[in-house]
T-cell receptor
Framework: DAGVTQSPTHLIKTRGQQVTLRCSPK?????VSWYQQALGQGPQFIFQ???????QRGNFPDRFSGHQFPNYSSELNVNALWLGDSALYLC????????????FGPGTRLTVL | AQSVTQLGSHVSVSEGALVLLRCNYS??????LFWYVQYPNQGLQLLLK??????LVKGINGFEAEFKKSETSFHLTKPSAHMSDAAEYFC???????????FGTGTSLTVIP
């Protein structure tokens, strides 16, 4: 079992650009959550996808959007990047049949210049 | 509002000494509680979790934590620190199956030889 995988590992963008991050959940999991972890901070919840729909959303602007595919993999899109978006973006997968444990991927380090 | 507070952003212990990392939460409903560890440039790894039942939970690598409802606490302990325990530790809480996680700001553990 490969666990949760994310791509790319690192990414450098400039202000105003758009970025897409990808996540493949752990085998058997149907729910994907995305978190933003700024340097020196704990992860902050962005949103969660289940059955290809956004089910919950944290306090993030509409510039942050996502998608979940039929195979449960997910994308996080961020438009109009600004410097404050620089962070480690973590994907977590879980199963609705389980009692809430989330498994995290290694993250994508996004740097906005 | 739900929140998590980790007291002490940095903790240093000698190798072989007791590790105590503090976590308090605020919630109006019963919580699910988690401790995660993060090594440099890696994602989050689950150490242990409390959902229901026994309030003293044991996790991986010799760690354990006790849920104290009256104190709204879920402190993490390990009787004897090892050099490999040096990492960032995050306490997290959620309130219903499948709901988002709220993370603390993290505690950086240093183990002194």
């Amino acid at each position: 079992d490969a666990g949760v995988t994310q791509s790319p590992t690192h990414l450098i963008k400039t202000r105003g650009q758009q970025v897409t991050l990808r996540c493949s959940p752990k085998s058997g999991h149907d729910t994907v959550s995305w978190y933003q972890q700024a340097l020196g901070q704990g992860p902050q919840f962005i949103f969660q996808y289940y059955e290809e729909e956004e089910r919950q959303r944290g306090n993030f602007p509409d510039r942050f959007s996502g998608h979940q595919f039929p195979n449960y993999s997910s994308e996080l899109n961020v438009n109009a990047l600004w410097l404050g978006d620089s962070a480690l973006y973590l994907c977590a997968s879980s199963s609705r049949d389980w009692n809430n444990e989330q498994f995290f991927g290694p993250g994508t380090r996004l740097t906005v210049l | 509002a739900q929140s998590v507070t980790q007291l002490g952003s940095h903790v240093s212990v000698s190798e072989g000494a007791l590790v105590l990392l503090r976590c308090n939460y605020s919630s109006s409903v019963p919580p699910y509680l988690f401790w995660y560890v993060q090594y440099p440039n890696q994602g989050l790894q689950l150490l242990l979790k409390y959902t229901t039942g026994a309030t003293l939970v044991k996790g991986i690598n010799g760690f354990e934590a006790e849920f104290k409802k009256s104190e709204t606490s879920f402190h993490l302990t390990k009787p004897s620190a090892h050099m490999s325990d040096a990492a960032e530790y995050f306490c997290a809480v959620s309130f219903n199956t499948g709901n988002q996680f709220y993370f603390g700001t993290g505690t950086s553990l240093t183990v002194i030889p």
